[in-house]
């Protein structure tokens, strides 16, 4: 068996930038466990599976140690794939996941995506938390990340993780935001349950920022940047209990698996 897989840049506008993602598009669903397995091969923060249902996609995301609810940068990529490989020409396409039916439409500038919002909330900080960040935050909120607020830029790039501790979290992973200087604000974030100790560019952890920074600020449009070593920028705004997020993408590769 041979299939067709794509390595896409996401929330990026050029290659070396963003996050990376695999695509690979089925005819039907394959094994779970031989789509953890290529996803474990690839070992890129996620892979993405779809199949044609009805007038939609089905859409799966996989890190290398497991199926997740909610990938933003993958779903970017997966509709990068869908429009510029496979001659997708709606303005509009739908992927049925697990968090639900997920809009991506084109816009001048670039894809958005129609994603919940969740509102994270004050919460206590685990002892591992504030250890595994080595610099205490200002305030530790939390939805399906812990999202913990500094002061500046500055804070946030200098944080240096003990994974290990911040493995030992019962939330999925850690987000550290802060206001920014030529964005609205800026992010890192860390997932080391998945097997992810720093992700390059997070646009589901954008649905937690998203609904925070816009209540603060006062605004729903907002400008974004994650501060990883590859960087990315996204374009994000609330609308009720939707996010929108928006960014570019690049193709990196294109190439075809081979399963005896």
């Known amino acids: 068996m041979k299939l067709t897989i794509y390595q896409v840049d996401a ?3 050029r290659v070396f930038e963003g996050n990376p993602a695999a695509v690979c598009p089925l005819e039907h669903w394959l094994d779970d466990a031989l789509l953890q397995a290529i996803a474990e091969e690839n070992n890129l923060s996620e892979t993405a599976f779809f199949v044609p249902a009805g007038d939609a996609f089905e859409l799966r995301w996989f890190t290398p140690a497991e199926e997740v609810d909610l990938c933003g940068h993958a779903t970017l990529a997966a509709a990068h794939v869908i429009y510029t490989h496979l001659g997708y020409s709606k303005p509009a396409l739908q992927f049925q996941t697990r968090s639900g039916l997920l809009t991506v439409m084109q ?9 919940p919002a969740t509102m994270p909330l004050i919460t206590t900080a685990p002892a591992e938390l504030i250890r595994g960040l080595g610099q205490a935050p200002e305030q530790v909120l939390a939805a399906f990340d812990y999202v913990v607020l500094y002061g500046s830029e500055e804070e946030v790039l200098a944080l240096t993780p003990d994974f290990v501790q911040l493995q030992a979290l019962g939330l999925r992973g850690v987000v550290a935001t802060a206001p920014g200087k ?28 998203t609904p925070y920074w816009s209540q603060r600020l006062g605004r729903s449009t907002l400008t974004a940047r994650q501060l990883s070593k590859r960087g990315g920028s996204i374009g994000c705004e609330l609308r009720g209990d939707r996010v929108l997020l928006v960014g570019k993408t690049v193709d990196y590769m294109v190439a075809e698996i081979t399963i005896a």
């Open 11 to 13: 929330f990026a506008e």
């Open 107 to 115: 816009k001048e500038q670039g894809l958005c995506m129609d994603f």
């Open 182 to 209: 030529q964005v609205d604000f800026v992010s890192r974030c860390f997932f080391p349950k998945l097997r992810v100790n720093e992700d390059p560019v997070t646009g589901s952890a954008h649905c937690q920022l």
